[in-house]
């Protein structure tokens, strides 16, 4: 037998799952593709150097170079010393068939130590 607290109980378990559930599939949709799932993190956290980054990236990979433009140098705003950044939005600006700022770019990233190989390479 069902006392009223176990009815209650059950009640707002039954509640729960219902809603995490219905959250669940939800969040499948942002991970449909890279370019959702960080559109999504963006949405929820603009201040994340990392997800502008990544963004950045999947929207280049996907030819929206503009759009990548726009957060890669919302990256640099966000966190002016991400040195990989600046080897990302030179690599995409190169390009673009801006050399000049593909070059400040690398110049920029050639100045933080764990980047200095990777950005020879493109020099």
Request: aromatic share 14%; glycine share 4%; charged share 25%.
């Amino acid at each position: 037998q069902f006392t009223g607290k176990k009815k209650l109980v059950y009640a707002m378990l039954i509640y729960l799952i219902l809603i995490m559930s219905i959250k669940t599939i939800s969040r499948n949709w942002d991970w449909k593709s890279d370019l959702s799932l960080f559109e999504s993190g963006i949405n929820v956290n603009p201040k994340n150097v990392k997800l502008q980054n990544n963004y950045a990236m999947e929207l280049k990979s996907a030819e929206q170079l503009e759009k990548s433009k726009k957060h890669y140098l919302k990256a640099i705003e966000v966190e002016p010393d991400y040195s990989e950044v600046y080897f990302n939005y030179g690599n995409l600006l190169s390009e673009m068939g801006d050399y000049e700022g593909a070059a400040k770019n690398f110049e920029k990233a050639i100045s933080y130590p764990q980047m200095y190989s990777k950005t020879l390479n493109n020099l």
